[in-house]
């Protein structure tokens, strides 16, 4: 099992940038795939890029891709989410989630059982 704690949101305003962070508990992490998402008040928490047990491979939503880049450096169990060119469209509580094993198809709520409690990301225009 891991526990996952997300960290680098805030305040930005539009055109800006911020990098998030999920920093995780236990020893084997790095057998891991991270997803991170995000949800707005009222809708459903929505998929916006997953990263596999090394690195090399990825995945983005139609949305974020080309704006956002999701790395990770298992020596420091953390894994990233560089996130450039932010519109009011982004603002919305992101979260980091775990799942044990291969990254695979996983992009939905359900794939992932592990997650943060969130931090917070306004956009303003």
């Known amino acids: 099992q891991v526990q996952v704690v997300e960290s680098g949101g805030g305040l930005v305003q539009s055109g800006g940038s911020l990098r998030l962070s999920c920093a995780a508990s236990?020893?084997?992490?790095?057998?891991?795939?991270v997803g991170w998402f995000r949800q707005v008040p009222g809708k459903e928490r929505e998929f916006a890029a997953a990263?596999?047990?090394?690195?090399?491979?990825?995945s983005y939503a139609n949305s974020v891709e080309g704006r956002f880049t999701i790395s990770r450096v298992n020596a420091r169990n953390t894994v990233y989410l560089q996130m450039n060119s932010l519109s009011p469209e982004d603002t919305a509580v992101y979260y980091c989630?775990?799942?044990?094993?291969?990254?695979?198809?996983?992009?939905?709520?359900?794939?992932?059982?592990?997650w943060g409690q969130g931090t917070q990301v306004t956009v303003s225009s």
């Open positions: 989630a775990a799942a044990y094993g291969a990254l695979g198809n996983k992009r939905t709520v359900n794939d992932f059982p592990y």
């Open positions: 236990g020893r084997t992490y790095n057998m891991y795939a």
């Open positions: 990263i596999n047990w090394n690195g090399g491979l990825t």
